[in-house]
């Protein structure tokens, strides 16, 4: 039988950033794959040399739009730590809920990408219209629906009144019931079994190969999560559970997603009910000690990783960040392989890429 190669990307309905495949099929089946990325890349660690360390809280905001919150978390964190300053528990705790409502906002818009892809509306137009709920808290309390701004050196910019905790409540409560039926939705939906199920399969040996992490590492066996396992903000006073499954297709990454966003909405409530009182940030002066340090966050996608280093000025003399999706994407060959093309959405979808960050 005669092979063909098949493109996909740069620009595609089936990509919503830029990203290019070469597929090589044999009849309706997968045979290679190839791809290439750099369409969205900014420069933005040799940018952040040229700014003030203030300054680069806006410029790391912009690496991701999904979860923006996070990668300034991370970014503050390591910053502080150069610093030696001591965030207030108000602060830390407001910086928490921020990146548990950010992680249930990208789990929600993961799981309508890839029903959308499959061709189940229903579960889309569900997930999109659970998924305003959080970006109208989210809006409500930074101002913002996509980028926040929330983050600072030294802890938080916006604090929490009584009206907005109240509006939280009643919007956790209705976005729980809405996630179940969700989960209930996609445990009984025949059709999306069947296009999900033994579709993408990576084993936990192949995670451990290509340093897999996040939900698609714990889809297939990975028992790991930062928040848990070296906990920053105030993860160590909350109670939480790490899902965990073996499938390893993209079923489990689905229901890992949903059950994951369960546990965020528990943490959610926690913090509603323990933040404490004083104040959300301290003062942080501009010049940073000569010095360099790790700073490691649980984002959506899994683990991100900042490294900076210092000379003494107002600039990062360095400034290397490390994100989830690259290890993502470099998978995907091996998940394609074998395929039936009418599968490749699904796998791509599952993958839960972010080309922006990954090319920064």
């Not at 309706?28 to 791809?35: A, G, I, L, N, R």
């Not at 789990?107 to 137009?125: P, R």
């Not at 305003?132 to 930074?142: P, T």
């Amino acid at each position: 039988m005669s092979r063909m190669v098949i493109p996909i990307g740069p620009q595609h309905p089936l990509l919503k950033e830029p990203l290019s495949f070469l597929l090589t099929l044999e009849g309706e089946t997968v045979m290679d794959s190839s791809m290439r990325l750099g369409y969205v890349h900014r420069g933005i660690e040799k940018l952040a040399e040229q700014r003030t360390y203030v300054q680069n809280v806006v410029l790391t905001e912009r690496i991701c739009g999904i979860c923006s919150h996070i990668h300034t978390t991370t970014y503050c964190q390591a910053v502080e730590s150069l610093l030696g300053l001591e965030v207030p528990q108000r602060g830390l705790y407001i910086r928490t809920l921020m990146c548990e409502l950010e992680r249930i906002h990208s789990h929600l818009l993961w799981m309508g990408v890839l029903a959308k892809n499959i061709g189940l509306d229903t579960i889309f137009m569900y997930t999109w219209r659970d998924r305003e709920i959080i970006l109208n808290v989210m809006e409500e309390i930074s101002g913002g629906r996509v980028s926040h701004a929330v983050n600072t050196i030294g802890g938080v910019r916006n604090d929490l009144t009584k009206d907005q905790m109240n509006m939280l409540k009643e919007s956790l409560a209705l976005l729980r019931k809405r996630v179940e039926e969700l989960l209930r939705s996609i445990e009984k939906e025949r059709s999306f079994k069947i296009r999900t199920q033994k579709v993408g399969y990576l084993s936990l040996d192949d995670i451990k190969r290509y340093c897999v992490v996040g939900p698609v590492a714990r889809a297939s066996g990975m028992d790991i999560d930062l928040r848990r396992d070296a906990p920053y903000a105030v993860y160590d006073q909350l109670d939480f559970e790490v899902p965990l499954m073996f499938e390893g297709d993209v079923w489990a990454r689905s229901k890992i997603r949903v059950l994951e966003a369960v546990q965020s909405i528990h943490i959610c409530e926690q913090i509603i009910n323990a933040i404490p009182q004083g104040p959300v940030s301290v003062k942080a002066p501009r010049r940073v000690p000569a010095g360099e340090v790790v700073s490691r966050s649980e984002a959506p996608r899994g683990e991100v990783v900042y490294y900076v280093r210092s000379d003494g000025s107002q600039n990062p003399m360095r400034l290397k960040v490390r994100t989830p999706t690259l290890t993502n994407l470099v998978t995907l060959p091996k998940q394609l392989k074998g395929l039936q093309m009418a599968d490749v959405s699904v796998v791509i979808a599952g993958a839960d890429l972010c080309i922006a960050c990954g090319d920064r």
